[in-house]
Structures are given as structure tokens and as C-alpha cells.
């Protein structure tokens, strides 16, 4: 099965505006931002992956959804 790649990046905002801006053809498909600052980048299934991301750990949907989940306990809920 092929999967979409997910990437948990922790940098403070110039440094993510360069990387997002450094990927080729508007790549990523998607940015989350979490609870804990960190932010979810999603390429999608046919991607390369950017050489300033390819230092990063690849997550597969399954594998980040697991990580998103640790990393948002302790999150206020919405009243």
C-alpha cells in the first residue's frame, strides 16, 4: 500500500517558512499545527521528498496519527 508522508517539524516560524517555501512545486500538501508548537507536514503519495526534509523522520498516516496523539494530551477542550 502507498501511503501519503508525514513529517513532524519543531522550528520556529522563518525557518519553516523556508523550508515550505524551498519545496518544489507547492509539494506539501498540507500543515497542522499542534498543541506543542510542532507542525504535521503532509506530502502526498507521489512526492519527492525535498532534500531539506530528508535528515527528518517519514511518517506514514497510521504511524502520525499515533505521534499527534501524544503530542495533544494535555490539550485544553473546547467547553
Known amino acids: 500500500m502507498i501511503e501519503n508522508k508525514y513529517f513532524l517539524l519543531n522550528l520556529p516560524e522563518p525557518a519553516l517558512d523556508a523550508i515550505l517555501s524551498h ?3 507547492k509539494a506539501i500538501d498540507k500543515v497542522r499545527i499542534l498543541y506543542d508548537g510542532s507542525y504535521v507536514v503532509k506530502l502526498p503519495v507521489d512526492a519527492i521528498i525535498p532534500d531539506i526534509l530528508k535528515n527528518k523522520q517519514v511518517y506514514i498516516h497510521s ?3 499515533k505521534e499527534i496523539e501524544k503530542r495533544e494530551i ?3 477542550k473546547k467547553l
Open 74 to 76: 494535555g490539550r485544553p
Open 63 to 65: 504511524e502520525i496519527l
Open 23 to 25: 519545496c518544489v512545486e
